[in-house]
C-alpha cells in the first residue's frame, strides 16, 4: 500500500517519468465472444472478497490477513459471497526477488512465507489472491515487477496454491511498456502456469487515466475494455477510487460513470472493475449503500476495501444483504446502463436472467427527491408490475410507474417484474420531509437546506399512489426535535387516485436556543389500503442547524463553517491544502485563507449580518513542484443560490482579487471547480477571507 501512495505522489511531485509514447498496439478485437469457456468457468459472476490495499493503511502482515479471514467466517460475510482474501502490493521483501530469481516475501510481515497463509485461508473455506506487476521492479520507483518473470512468477504464485492475481501497472507505466502486449503474455503465463492451477485474473491499469497526465489513448485505464475481456476475469476501468484510509463519494459516482463507458464488454467471466467498496473509509451509511447499489447494479467484482473487523452492524448489513447481492449475482452478467439524460436525477437498468429488472433511481443531489420513470421505459410490458425494494423488502404492485423517494447522495433498487394473480398491495411512495422554504425565501432546487434559531421554515411531504387501486385518507404526521413546533397547514385530501399525489405541510418553528449541528425530520405517512387496512412507512431527513453567524470584522476562514469539501483530503484554515506549506501565490505569502483542492464547497451561515467579503483566490505554489498536469480551478462566490462573483479559469499564473456585497445574504457557499483538465494538483486557495458583519 505505502509503494502505491508513494508512486501516486511521485507522480504528483513529477518524480516519475511519464512516458510520452507506446508501441504500437493492433486494432481492438471485438468484444462480442471474447472470455474463453475456462475463463467463464473461473469466475461466471462477479467475484466477491476483499483486500488488504485499503484496509490496512500499511503494510500487511501474516497476523492481520489471519484475523480478517477469521472475521469474514465468523461475521456471516464469507457465506454471503465473500471468498477471496486478496494481499496487495508491499507484500515482497525490499528485494523482490532471490538471486535464482524466485520472489520472496518480506520475512518480517510473513515470518513463514505465503504458503502457510495461503493454507489457513483455504482450510476457512475462503480463497487468496496475491499483487503483482506487468513492468519490471525498479529501484526507488517501483517495488514489485514480473517483467521478465511473467512464467516464473505465475509458476510460484500457482505453487504458492493462490486462487487469484491482481496485475497493476505502475512499474509498467515507468517502463513505458504497451499494457495490451504485457497483459496478454501475462495471462497466456497464469494459464499455462506449471501446475494447473486455475486462478482469476484481474488486469489493473488505475494510474494511466486521464485525472493522472494526458497519456496515449491506448495506455489509459479507459482503453482496457478493447482487449481485456479475452484475456482476463476482471479489468479496472478508471483510476483507484480513492486513497489509503479515504474513499469520497464524489470520487464513487466519477469510477461509476467511467466503468459505465462499456457496457457491452461485460458478461459471464469478465466484468468491468470500478475498484472496492470502501465503507466508513469517508462515506455516510446512505452514500455507501449508493455504492453498494451501483457497483451491484454494474455487475461489478464485490471487493471489500475497508478494515472489515471494525464496521458498524449497518455496514455489514449493507454488504451482505440478499436481495441486492442476487442482483450483482445475477446469471446473466449483464451490466446496468442509463435510462434517459444524465443529471442529478438518474435511471439505470440492468435486465436479469428470468426477464426482470433492475431498476436504479440514483439522486445525485444535495436535497431528498422523488424519482420516477415507467416500467415501458426499462423494457418491460403490461399494466401491472410488481416491485420489491431490494433494500426495504417491500414488495407492491404499480399499474407502470416506478418511484422512490431517495435521500440526497442517495439511490432506490427495486426488482420489477410482471404482476400476476390476485392484485398486490399499490405502491404508494411516502416522500421524504423536505423544506421547501426559510422565513420567506424559497430553498433553491438541489441544494441542502440551513436554518437557525428563530427561524420559520415550510416543510412538505408529497404521497403519491402508483398503484391501479385507489388508497384513502393519506394522513402524515411530522415529528421534530424537542422545542421545536410543527403546525400542519392545510387540510390532507380524502383520497388518492391511481397516478396521483398530494403535499401536505407544516410550518416547523425553530426556537431561539436551538442548538447547531445535525438534526432530523421524521415523517410518518399513513393511508388505507382495502383489504389491507391502515398501513405506514416512515420517512426521515436530515437537517443542518447553522451555527451563530459572524459579528463585526472576522477572518471568516477562522469561522466555523456549516459543511467543507475537498476534492482530495480536507480544506485547511491558513494553509495550502494538506497543511504542509502556508498559502502561496506567485510568490506572496497569505496569513489567512482557505486551502482546498477541486471540486470544493465551504458552506458559512451569515445570516443576513454580514455587508461585505474580500479575498485573492488562486492557485497555490505548491503546484510548482509538481507536474504539469491540472493546476486550473474557478472560483465561485454564491449566496443563497444566486452568483456574486465568478473568477473564469484560474491557471498557475493567475491571481484574482474580489471585492464582494453580502447584503441580504443568509447562507455562503464558496465553489471552487475544475478548470476542465482533471488532474489532482488544483491547490486552491481562497485568501484573506475578510468579512465585515
Known amino acids: 500500500m505505502k509503494r502505491r501512495l508513494t508512486v501516486l505522489l511521485a507522480l504528483l511531485a513529477g518524480l516519475l517519468v511519464v512516458p510520452t509514447s507506446a508501441r504500437a498496439v493492433p486494432p481492438a478485437a471485438s468484444v462480442a465472444a471474447s472470455a474463453s469457456a475456462s475463463q467463464q468457468v473461473l469466475s461466471p459472476t462477479p467475484y466477491m472478497g476483499w483486500n488488504t490495499y485499503y484496509a490496512l493503511g500499511g503494510d500487511p502482515t501474516e497476523a492481520e490477513v489471519k484475523s480478517i479471514a477469521d472475521f469474514l467466517v465468523s461475521s456471516g460475510l464469507r457465506d454471503a459471497g465473500y471468498q477471496y482474501v486478496w494481499i496487495d502490493g508491499n507484500w515482497a521483501a525490499p528485494t523482490p526477488r532471490s538471486s535464482a530469481g524466485d520472489l520472496v516475501p518480506n520475512p518480517d510481515q510473513f515470518p513463514n512465507g505465503l504458503k502457510p497463509l495461503v493454507d489457513y485461508i483455504h482450510s476457512k473455506g475462503l480463497k487468496a489472491g496475491i499483487y503483482t506487476d506487468a513492468g519490471p521492479y525498479i529501484p526507488g520507483k517501483c517495488g514489485l515487477g514480473s517483467h521478465g518473470y511473467y512464467q516464473r512468477d505465475a509458476n510460484q504464485f500457482a505453487a504458492w496454491k493462490f486462487d487469484a492475481v491482481k496485475v497493476d501497472y505502475l512499474c509498467g507505466i515507468a517502463a513505458d511498456l504497451d499494457p495490451k502486449t504485457v497483459y496478454t503474455e501475462f495471462a497466456q503465463a497464469l494459464r499455462n502456469n506449471a501446475s494447473g492451477r486455475p486462478m482469476i485474473f484481474n488486469l489493473c491499469n488505475p494510474v494511466t487515466s486521464p485525472d493522472w497526465g494526458n497519456y496515449p489513448e491506448e495506455q489509459q485505464s479507459t482503453y482496457s475494455w478493447s482487449y481485456a475481456p479475452a484475456i482476463a476475469q476482471s479489468w479496472r476501468t478508471y483510476t483507484d477510487v480513492g486513497f489509503v484510509g479515504e474513499i469520497k463519494f464524489k470520487d464513487v459516482l466519477r469510477n461509476y460513470d467511467a466503468n459505465a463507458r462499456h457496457p457491452e464488454a461485460a458478461g459471464p467471466g469478465h466484468f468491468n472493475d470500478p475498484d472496492y467498496?470502501?465503507?466508513?473509509?469517508?462515506?455516510?451509511?446512505?452514500?455507501?449503500?449508493?455504492?453498494m447499489t451501483l457497483w451491484s447494479a454494474a455487475a461489478a467484482p464485490l471487493v471489500i476495501g475497508s478494515d472489515v473487523r471494525k464496521l458498524s452492524k449497518t455496514s455489514l448489513g449493507i454488504l451482505s444483504d440478499r436481495d441486492v447481492l442476487a442482483i450483482n449475482q445475477d446469471s446473466a452478467g449483464v451490466q446496468a446502463v442509463r435510462v434517459g439524460p444524465a443529471g442529478t436525477k438518474e435511471t439505470w437498468v440492468k435486465r436479469l436472467a428470468n426477464g426482470d429488472r433492475a431498476v436504479v433511481l440514483l439522486n445525485r443531489g444535495d436535497s431528498p427527491a422523488t424519482l420516477t420513470t415507467k416500467a415501458s421505459s426499462v423494457g418491460l410490458s403490461g399494466d401491472r408490475f410488481t416491485l420489491k425494494n431490494a433494500w426495504t423488502n417491500q414488495v407492491t404492485e404499480s399499474a407502470g410507474t416506478i418511484s422512490a423517494a431517495v435521500p440526497a447522495h442517495g439511490a432506490?433498487?427495486?426488482?420489477?417484474?410482471?404482476?400476476?394473480?390476485?392484485?398486490?398491495?399499490?405502491?404508494?411512495?411516502?416522500?421524504?420531509?423536505?423544506?421547501?422554504?426559510?422565513?420567506?425565501?424559497?430553498?433553491?432546487?438541489?441544494?441542502?437546506?440551513?436554518?437557525?434559531?428563530?427561524?420559520?421554515?415550510?416543510?412538505?411531504v408529497t404521497v403519491?399512489?402508483?398503484?391501479?387501486?385507489?388508497?384513502?385518507?393519506?394522513?402524515?404526521?411530522?415529528?421534530?426535535?424537542?422545542?421545536?413546533?410543527?403546525?400542519?397547514?392545510?387540510?390532507?385530501?380524502k383520497l388518492l387516485t391511481p397516478d396521483s399525489s398530494a403535499t401536505?405541510?407544516?410550518?416547523?418553528?425553530?426556537p431561539a436556543t436551538a442548538t447547531p449541528g445535525s438534526s432530523t425530520l421524521t415523517a410518518t405517512t399513513s393511508y388505507e389500503v382495502t383489504g389491507k387496512g391502515r398501513l405506514r412507512q416512515e420517512t426521515a431527513t436530515p437537517l443542518v442547524v447553522a451555527p451563530a453567524p459572524p459579528d463585526?470584522?472576522?477572518?471568516?476562514?477562522?469561522?466555523?463553517?456549516?459543511?467543507?469539501t475537498s476534492g482530495w483530503m480536507s480544506p485547511t484554515v491558513d494553509r495550502s491544502v494538506g497543511g504542509w506549506t502556508p498559502i502561496s501565490?506567485?510568490?506572496?505569502?497569505?496569513?489567512?485563507?482557505?486551502?482546498v483542492a477541486s471540486p470544493s464547497t465551504v458552506r458559512y451561515y451569515l445570516g443576513d449580518r454580514c455587508t461585505r467579503?474580500?479575498?485573492?483566490?488562486?492557485?497555490?505554489?505548491?503546484?510548482?513542484?509538481?507536474?504539469?498536469?491540472?493546476?486550473?480551478?474557478t472560483f465561485q462566490v454564491i449566496g443563497d443560490g444566486r452568483v456574486l462573483f465568478d473568477s473564469g479559469v484560474l491557471g498557475r499564473d493567475d491571481v484574482r482579487q474580489a471585492d464582494i456585497d453580502l447584503s441580504g445574504v443568509r447562507v455562503l457557499d464558496l465553489v471552487v471547480g475544475d478548470g476542465g483538465d482533471g488532474g489532482y494538483n488544483d491547490r486552491a486557495n481562497w485568501a484573506g477571507l475578510n468579512a465585515t458583519c
Open 585 to 595: 501565490m506567485l510568490g506572496q505569502e497569505y496569513p489567512t485563507g482557505l486551502g
Open 613 to 633: 467579503l474580500t479575498t485573492t483566490v488562486g492557485i497555490d505554489d505548491a503546484v510548482r513542484n509538481v507536474g504539469p498536469e491540472g493546476g486550473t480551478s
Open 552 to 564: 463585526g470584522g472576522v477572518v471568516l476562514s477562522h469561522h466555523d463553517w456549516i459543511s467543507a
Open 464 to 493: 403519491r399512489n402508483d398503484g391501479a387501486r385507489p388508497v384513502f385518507s393519506p394522513r402524515v404526521e411530522l415529528a421534530v426535535p424537542t422545542g421545536w413546533t410543527a403546525r400542519p397547514v392545510g387540510k390532507a385530501p
Open 277 to 291: 467498496l470502501g465503507p466508513e473509509l469517508g462515506m455516510n451509511d446512505e452514500e455507501f449503500r449508493t455504492q
Open 412 to 460: 432506490a433498487l427495486f426488482r420489477v417484474s410482471r404482476a400476476t394473480g390476485r392484485p398486490g398491495v399499490p405502491h404508494v411512495v411516502a416522500g421524504l420531509p423536505q423544506v421547501t422554504k426559510v422565513g420567506g425565501d424559497a430553498v433553491p432546487a438541489g441544494v441542502a437546506p440551513v436554518v437557525a434559531g428563530g427561524d420559520e421554515a415550510r416543510v412538505e
Open 504 to 510: 401536505l405541510a407544516f410550518t416547523v418553528t425553530l
